[in-house]
T-cell receptor, first 111, second 115 residues
Framework: TQLLEQSPQFLSIQEGENLTVYCNSS?????LQWYRQEPGEGPVLLVT?????EVKKLKRLTFQFGDARKDSSLHITAAQPGDTGLYLC???????????FGAGTRLAVHP | DTGVSQDPRHKITKRGQNVTFRCDPI?????LYWYRQTLGQGPEFLTY????????KSRLLSDRFSAERPKGSFSTLEIQRTEQGDSAMYLC?????????????FGEGSWLTVV
């Protein structure tokens, strides 16, 4: 069974701080996706990482895929209150039929 | 708006009643997925359709749950004899083709509260 574990579960920081959240698995994934979800809304795709060691940047967000394609990290520089939300990592099962999600990291950025 | 549309957005029902949720996927997306999300958890896969064919169902989808996609366009998810444990957000998603390189787009979800 492919499982994705995210840490930390909760993160509460002040505006301007940097943070990193992690997504780990004992299984190899062909790709991992990061979503952001706001309360009462569906998840919105931020990025897909495909190649082991790949680094992708989206403004102040930096995503990295582990060399062995079993883990990924999301680093936010100078966090802003607008970054508040639930950050989910997800990967496709072997048959590419469904996304498997981690439990998410709930981030709160205070002004 | 041409995204994935779900209706109703919120539903409060009494235990034992039946409820039905509707999902309209992005036009021409042949894959449609249903997920369930409870507080503090990530979405859990329930089932998916390739056009009108339901190709996989999770063990989470008990006999009280049924999903259909009769014409390969919109889909419905019905829950019969609701229980308090069914309280969750039900998410619909769609994609063009198989996963992997094809992005899955999620709707805004349908919140179910069983009292």
């Amino acid at each position: 069974t492919q499982l994705l574990e995210q840490s930390p579960q909760f993160l509460s920081i002040q505006e301007g701080e940097n943070l990193t959240v992690y997504c780990n698995s004992s299984s190899v994934f062909s790709s991992l996706q990061w979503y952001r979800q706001e309360p009462g809304e569906g998840p919105v795709l931020l990025v897909t990482v495909v190649t082991g060691g790949e680094v992708k940047k989206l403004k102040r967000l930096t995503f990295q895929f582990g060399d062995a394609r079993k883990d990924s990290s999301l680093h936010i520089t100078a966090a802003q209150p607008g970054d508040t939300g639930l950050y989910l990592c997800a990967g496709f099962n072997g048959g590419y039929n469904k996304l498997i999600f981690g439990a998410g990291t709930r981030l709160a950025v205070h002004p | 708006d041409t995204g994935v549309s779900q209706d109703p957005r919120h539903k409060i029902t009494k235990r034992g009643q039946n409820v039905t949720f509707r999902c309209d996927p992005i036009s021409e997306h042949n894959r449609l997925y249903w997920y369930r999300q409870t507080l503090g958890q990530g979405p859990e896969f329930l089932t998916y359709f390739q056009n009108e064919a339901q190709l996989e169902k999770s063990r989470l989808l008990s006999d009280r749950f049924s999903a259909e996609r009769p014409k390969g366009s919109f889909s419905t998810l019905e829950i019969q004899r609701t229980e308090q444990g069914d309280s969750a957000m039900y998410l619909c998603a769609s994609s063009h083709g198989q996963g992997g390189g094809n992005t899955i787009y999620f709707g805004e979800g349908s919140w179910l509260t069983v009292v």
